[in-house]
């Protein structure tokens, strides 16, 4: 029997049915070990050893490993073809060793591209060993990624209270987005003008040209500064008649981009299909792992994370097939396209990301996918084939036009396409608009023919600011810059979200105060750590070390010798002088200049006071210099609209109360304020809906919002109230414990009882699917009354009951499951989850109707002082503590 480890599952399963008898695959889930959350976990001072942890799940498929291992004539590691996956192997390898279950057997290393019989199969007959290059890649990678996580983030902590965590490569994109900010706020628009012409030939249609030579000298953009100079030039053009001094026409062909790599796919799903980089991940690895077709799982792509553009020559030869079968023969270039990697640092170069089958068409593929996976396929599918086929060629006229009585000339310019050829199924996505494109089609003439002038037209222009990233876009500069790896893109973007250090708006990155905070510390603290040349040295680096170059001890060595020198630099630094100097660099952006001229720190509140940054428990804000005495404070940046959020106004009187109302501003954000009518009441308050402007708050609008939560009616079938109320995550309606979100924070003031009840009844479908399909209805719990069911999950059947999810065993036959069997199941899954046990729904109603017979024995009620004793389990909360802070430096990786 030989033994066969993988990542996933699902892979797990189809390599199995390849394989047939002989063969037992498991899957090792992903990482088996990992650095321990904790400081400690790598010592640079014992020469970077590294202590690795398993938890339970992992050392519960371990164990299964092992087991299988034992006796087995070989192990066959075959997970992902990449650093990773090489990594993956290692452990796997290094735990099986100390559990000493590897005597006589043979350990063989395989990798396979793709998830195809073929692919599998040929893999097995070519093993190697383990790359020890790749697995020091790895090991000096993570220990690079822990160290500056476990020793950067803390002092952070302290000097920057509020902050969340810094990191290697993390630091460094969220600098290029804060950069790109500060680039859009101190740019100052220009003025500039163009002036373009209708022209026309004696017989033919009109053709626009453009002004480009005035009085002998080639205008520059902003050459034309004014209307004055505009309407100076139009008149002069109108005076004019004109000739064509000159008409060039030339061939030019236009060829493919190569395959997708893992940098490129990433941005076409982005501007194409609006999906995140993670997203796009995901489904590619969805495709990757494979679906079921005709009976049989089978993988639909390559291997979704490479530098790689080449494809294999088979491939090659299939897709010119396709082509010519699909698009005629005119459409297949003479020779197959031969592409190489320019990607900087680029390495591992696997193949690019292509369908394992290019006969199959997106058509023909669509019937066995979801849609997120039918569309991104369908991209994949396009580009490989696009790659391969016939250049588009084109014909560029460009018609230089001059005055016959004045320095003034003019150029028209256009391009037609003569023969399509790959456009006419691919054109790649781009994130802003070219304005370069040429026009149509233009009229033949020739020189010295006399050219009519049909209409002028100045144009007003406005130099407009650099946009902000789209994650398209910043993968794209991060890849060119050489930062990071294209596999970790998607999951140093998705930190920079769940940090709160930037967010979407309009597919755009935008950063958070609480981002820009840290980068303001981290280019005046750590320079040369979130320096873009440093980060992309580094990586050259660990690429050298995975080339069997360098040695990653010797790499680790150097960079924590001037790390530490750093760090210890900034932890005797004083907040105080941390604040001034933030203070300084954030000035323009916390303290914007004023309209009218006035001091943009001066204190709105006590009117002599000066603003500034203030750290506290939950971050920076803005206070006042004469705090206690002014106790007024605000977020640290002007609103959407360009508002300043800060100062309280007073919106009104409640009429119904009398009560004053007023918008105020905390370090939270806005919110309104009724006040209380009694010393022993408290006031009343809400925040804003997320997209509402605190300058449009009136006392209308207050007053409505200080009627949440409201309530909607009574549920028809439970008997219990619905409420429409506005929290953390917007709107949302609330019914027996189950929210539901609301669009539109409109609908939280008119939403009536069956809207409400739609909206929850979308929400519990919405919750089921993703639960899955249920196999088996076994009854309701005999002490919640909630169902108990046999389900379909990710992962193979499982017990639910309320949020209780539990495992059947492998040996069960999920029809075959009794009421009784799924109980203990369930309870075993709450006691071992810490979960208490349900109370019985009718033994809570029992105590009322036998009230007066319990009142008889009031003695009885002495014995409960022997509770006391329960005391001594209070030691027991001591590991509560630990688990918090063990919570707080998870948060340290990227």
Request: one cysteine or more; proline letters at 6%; glycine letters at 8%.
């Amino acid at each position: 029997m030989d033994v066969v480890i993988v990542e996933s599952p699902a892979k797990a399963k189809t390599i199995n049915k390849y394989l047939g008898k002989g063969f037992k695959v498991l899957a090792s889930y992903g990482h088996v070990r990992d650095l321990p959350s904790k400081d400690g976990s790598v010592l640079p001072d014992q020469d970077f050893a590294m202590a690795w942890d398993v938890d339970a799940k992992s050392q519960k498929r371990l164990n299964e490993i092992a087991t299988a291992v034992k006796g087995a004539d070989r192990l066959i590691l075959a997970t992902d073809p990449d650093r990773e996956g090489e990594a993956i192997s290692w452990h796997v390898l290094e735990v099986l060793n100390k559990k000493k279950v590897l005597k006589d057997v043979e350990v063989q290393r395989v990798v396979f591209n793709a998830i195809t019989k073929k692919s599998v199969t040929e893999a097995m007959e070519h093993p190697r060993g383990l790359d020890k290059e790749l697995i020091d890649a790895y090991l000096a990678r993570r220990a690079l990624d822990y160290l500056v996580g476990f020793t950067l983030s803390p002092v952070l902590w302290r000097k920057l209270p509020g902050s969340r965590s810094a990191g290697r490569v993390q630091s460094v994109a969220l600098r290029l987005i804060c950069d790109r900010e500060l680039e859009i706020e101190a740019f100052r628009s220009q003025e500039y003008w163009t002036v373009e012409a209708d022209m026309k030939t004696g017989g033919g249609s009109p053709f626009v040209a453009r002004l480009t030579v005035l009085d002998g000298k080639k205008l520059d953009k902003f050459d034309i500064p004014d209307k004055k100079s505009a309407d100076d030039i139009e008149a002069r053009i109108k005076a004019s008649r004109f000739s064509v001094k000159s008409v060039e026409s030339k061939p030019t062909r236009r060829n493919p981009n190569p395959p997708f790599t893992t940098s490129t796919i990433q941005q076409e799903a982005s501007r194409k299909l609006g999906f995140s980089a993670s997203r796009t991940m995901q489904v590619a690895q969805r495709l990757y792992e494979g679906v079921e077709i005709d009976g049989e799982t089978t993988g639909l792509i390559t291997y979704m994370r490479t530098d790689g553009v080449q494809i294999a020559p088979e491939a090659i030869a299939q897709a010119r097939t396709v082509i010519n079968n699909e698009f005629g023969e005119a459409y297949l270039p003479d020779a197959p396209r031969v592409y190489t990697t320019k990607a900087k640092n680029a390495q591992e170069a696997h193949e690019a990301i292509r369908p394992t089958d290019l006969s199959r068409l997106p058509k023909h593929a669509a019937k066995y996918l979801d849609d997120d996976q039918r569309r991104l396929y369908e991209l994949v599918w396009n580009r490989t084939i696009a790659s391969q086929m016939e250049s588009v060629q084109l014909e560029r006229t460009t018609i230089e036009i001059e005055a016959d009585d004045a320095p003034i000339g003019l150029r028209a310019t256009g391009s037609v396409i003569v023969f399509d050829g790959f456009l006419r199924l691919y054109q790649e996505g781009r994130d802003e608009p070219d304005d370069g494109e040429d026009g149509g089609r233009l009229p033949k003439v020739a020189r010295g023919d006399k050219l009519g002038l049909e209409k002028v037209r100045p144009e007003q222009h406005f130099t407009e600011p650099p946009p902000r990233f789209t994650e398209a876009s910043i993968v794209k500069r991060m890849e060119e810059l050489g930062i990071g790896r294209p596999s970790t893109y998607a999951s140093t973007l998705q930190t920079l979200r769940d940090r709160d250090y930037v967010h979407m708006d309009k597919n755009r990155l935008v950063p958070q105060d609480k981002g820009r905070l840290v980068t303001a510390f981290l280019e005046n603290f750590f320079t040369r750590y979130v320096e873009y040349d440093f980060t992309a040295e580094l990586e050259e680096k660990l690429d050298k070390v995975s080339a069997g170059e360098l040695d990653w001890k010797d790499l680790l060595r150097e960079f924590w010798k001037e790390f530490t020198v750093n760090v210890a630099e900034a932890l005797e630094l004083r907040i105080t002088e941390v604040l001034d100097r933030l203070n300084e660099v954030l000035g323009p952006h916390v303290f914007p200049e004023k309209e009218d001229g006035s001091n943009p720190r001066a204190c709105p509140s006590c009117g002599n006071g000066i603003l500034s940054l203030k750290v506290g428990r939950f971050g920076a804000f803005v206070g006042c210099s004469n705090y206690p005495d002014c106790k007024f404070t605000r977020q640290l940046t002007v609103g959407a609209e360009g508002e300043e959020q800060a100062g309280d106004r007073v919106l009104g009187t409640d009429p119904e109360t009398g009560a004053e109302v007023s918008l105020k501003t905390g370090r939270f954000g806005p919110y309104v304020e009724r006040a209380p009518l009694g010393d022993d009441e408290k006031p009343k308050r809400s925040g804003l809906p997320a997209k509402m402007s605190a300058a449009d708050v009136d006392l209308d609008t207050a007053l409505r919002l200080l009627t949440l939560p409201r309530e909607i009616g009574i549920h028809p079938e439970t008997g219990k109230k619905i409420t429409a109320g506005l929290g953390r995550f917007g709107p949302f309606v609330l019914h027996d414990g189950t929210y539901a979100n609301l669009k539109d924070p409109e609908e939280l003031f008119d939403i009536g009882l069956n809207r409400a009840i739609a909206v929850l009844a979308e929400k519990v479908i919405r919750a089921e699917e993703r639960a899955g399909k249920v196999l088996k209805e076994l009854g309701d719990h005999p002490d919640t009354g909630k169902p108990v069911q046999v389900r379909e999950g990710k992962y193979g059947p499982y017990i639910k009951h309320g949020t209780t999810n539990a495992t059947l065993p492998k040996s069960a036959d999920p029809a075959a499951v009794t009421l009784e069997e799924a109980l203990a199941l369930v309870a075993e899954k709450d006691a071992k989850s810490g979960k208490k046990k349900p109370a019985a729904k009718k033994a809570a109603k029992k105590p009322a109707a036998e009230k007066k017979p319990a009142a008889k024995k009031a003695p009885a009620k002495k014995p409960e002082k022997k509770k006391a004793p329960a005391k001594k389990k209070a030691p027991a909360k001591k590991p509560a503590a630990k688990a918090r802070k063990t919570d707080k430096a998870s948060e340290l990786a990227d």
